[in-house]
């Protein structure tokens, strides 16, 4: 699959379609590809209403938000040559978490949305 969504992953058969349209929208996301340049309008209109077939608004911005924080963390941690840690090690930060999306959604209201 990694081999796949770094090559043609949209004529791929190994992802479904929901898939394949938030893959598109963490690429456009990654490169910046959501700004127009000259000769080159913004793909993110496009990518949104295919992200809005299969998703709601509030797993748009949980997914975008997962995106920005993986790509803030590559940048971080490759600017700084910081290698990532040992399995052993890493075996000792895993810990579980759920968000229960009626609650983030109350708070994300209550806090900004809609004001």
């Not at 959501?34 to 709601?56: C, H, I, N």
């Not at 608004?57 to 700084?80: A, P």
Request: contains cysteine.
């Amino acid at each position: 699959m990694l081999e796949a969504v770094d090559g043609d992953y949209p004529t791929s058969n190994l992802f479904s379609s929901d898939e394949k349209a938030a893959l598109r929208w963490a690429e456009i996301v990654t490169l910046k590809l959501y700004q127009s340049v000259p000769g080159r309008p913004s793909q993110s209109p496009d990518a949104m209403a295919e992200l809005k077939k299969y998703f709601t608004s509030e797993q748009i911005v949980e997914l975008t938000i997962v995106i920005g924080h993986n790509n803030f963390w590559n940048r971080f941690t490759d600017s700084l040559e910081i290698d990532m840690e040992s399995d052993e090690l890493q075996e000792k930060f895993k810990k579980s978490t759920s968000v229960n999306i009626d609650d983030y959604t109350d708070f994300m209201k209550d806090c900004w949305w809609n004001r």
